[in-house]
């Protein structure tokens, strides 16, 4: 006998108790494989599933009780208001990292920007750029080259235009730029946080870094200066527990109006100067 679309739902909410989110989990499960929106689900509750529909998705509900993340099962995360695709070759997207694009929308920058995002991953943080900013030259660098080819990916589907560089941090660029952006990797190899939901998943190249999770923040700002035009811009997503850190390597390379700003729980999260 078949499911229902509404019974489908339910015992997936009690399948997924242990989730942060069952009702979204099971929403977007649903979503991805019938390809409609969240209204349909509850417009069309008595629709049933057929069999091979069914199937799939108690695969991919046993896959996400396991702990894999949504976006890896489906493919695909929003990010400011893109619909980005994930694999595991890349860090899934979050909204905290919004909060770095909110302040990019706050500064004065000159209308033919150049911009780069380093350690680009998807490309999330430089795609959310390009659709605000058309009119700037994007730039994006990559360490690994299947998330290169996967910010290639989103780029072309997406219709923004982004150069992606595949290499070290600041290796592969020339010249100078307007605004450098990133969200490097800063957990600390020995945080016990690597061994809980969904960054389990996740690679740890792109999540820890030496020095208490410091070298790669480190790095960046001692080297931004070089490829900074003067009143250019760096910003920096990092650890709750870091902006302190970040902050004082900024001002002592010689970065002025330093600050930082919240994400969404109200953790101090990006940290950026400008270059006089």
């Not at 990010?79 to 004065?108: G, H, K, M, N, Q």
């Not at 033919?112 to 959310?128: E, H, M, N, P, Y």
């Not at 290169?148 to 592969?172: C, D, K, M, Y």
């Not at 999260?269 to 400008?274: F, L, V």
Request: glycine share 6%; aromatic share 8%; proline share 7%.
């Amino acid at each position: 006998m078949s499911i229902t679309v509404g019974d489908w739902l339910n015992h997936a909410r009690v399948a997924l108790i242990e989730s942060e989110s069952p009702r979204a989990d099971s929403e977007l499960l649903l979503m991805h494989v019938l390809q409609v929106n969240r209204a349909w689900l509850y417009t069309w509750p008595d629709k049933h599933l057929t069999t091979e529909q069914a199937s799939f998705l108690d695969q991919l509900l046993k896959r996400r009780i396991q702990g894999e993340p949504v976006a890896y099962l489906t493919g695909f995360r929003e990010f400011w208001s893109l619909p980005v695709e994930v694999a595991p070759s890349t860090l899934i997207p979050r909204p905290d990292t919004e909060t770095l694009i909110e302040w990019v929308l706050d500064l004065e920058l000159p209308a033919d920007c150049r911009a780069v995002d380093l350690g680009t991953g998807t490309g999330a943080i430089a795609l959310a750029l390009a659709s605000e900013y058309p009119a700037w030259t994007l730039e994006a660098v990559e360490f690994n080259d299947d998330a290169a080819a996967l910010a290639q990916r989103n780029s072309e589907r997406l219709s923004l235009p982004l150069t992606i560089h595949q290499g070290s941090w600041f290796t592969p660029l020339s010249g100078r730029f307007d605004l450098i952006v990133s969200n490097p990797p800063y957990i600390d190899p020995t945080d016990h946080h690597l061994d809980e939901g969904d960054v389990r998943f996740e690679p740890r190249s792109a999540l820890v870094a030496d020095n208490v999770g410091l070298a790669d923040l480190q790095h960046i700002i001692n080297s931004a200066p070089e490829y900074l035009n003067q009143g250019g811009w760096l910003l920096l997503e990092h650890g709750y527990d870091q902006a302190a850190q970040v902050c004082e390597d900024l001002r002592e390379r010689g970065f002025t109006d330093v600050e930082n700003r919240v994400d969404l729980g109200g953790q101090p999260r990006i940290s950026g100067g400008r270059w006089p």
